[in-house]
């Protein structure tokens, strides 16, 4: 079993209606939805192009899946969750947008948005007391893809190399596109879906705490929270 700590709008948000209609399931209830009809490729090939998020769920990644450290449990991981959401004022970025990040779709943050940096970076540090260390064949498998000198100390340290300066915001649409043309009829059709919520400023007010109930299974959600905290007090603290 793995948790997360993720970005997700409440179930009822548009946002997250859209993106659960997009990857065809919902993380909350775990039901399977149908796919949008998408021109130019067939339904199998768009739930091919989209099954690596959908086990994951429409969500940006904060803290990355982990397993419990000993010692433990989910009440206490629950409980700082609680905590964290409560102590966390929210925010307002300036929007999203549908970008290629790499290999793949995502929707991505216009503009820069240093207080999403900053949430990703306080729940890394925050949540690390409760991340069990990876074990050789993770560690492997992430080096693998090719990091550099400090993705690699990330690693090491952190469970993940994509931390701190290396993090990028993302909600990710697809799994890898290695076709120029399917990416691009992609790119459109993810245009065009989530017209309605992209470049206009969005509130960050929410966090979700997903879990992995075993390796390889669809992840859902545990508890999705309201940010409640104050502008004043730091995000970056521990739990």
Known sequence: MRYALYYTAPHDDGLTRSGAAWLGRDAVSGVA??????????ADR?????????????????????????????AQLRQAFASFAARTAPFEIPGLAVSRLGSFLALTPVASAPALDA?????????EPFRAPLSDADIARRRASGLSPRQDDYLRAWGYPYVFEDFRFHMT???????????????????????????????????????????????????ILSLTGSADAPVDSNA
């Open 119 to 127: 949430l990703a970076a306080g729940c890394v540090r925050a949540f």
């Open 46 to 74: 768009v739930a091919e192009l989209t099954a690596e998020p959908r086990r994951y769920g429409f969500h940006a990644t904060l803290k990355p899946p982990f397993a419990l450290a000993e010692g433990s449990t989910e």
């Open 33 to 42: 939805l149908p796919l949008p009809p998408i021109h130019g490729l067939t």
């Open 173 to 223: 649409l697809s799994g890898r596109l290695e076709d120029p043309g399917e990416a691009a009829v992609l790119h459109v059709a993810a245009d065009r879906h989530f017209a309605a919520l992209t470049g206009r400023p969005r509130t960050i007010d929410s966090l979700g705490l997903f879990v992995e109930p075993e390796r390889g299974a669809p992840f859902r959600v545990l508890e």
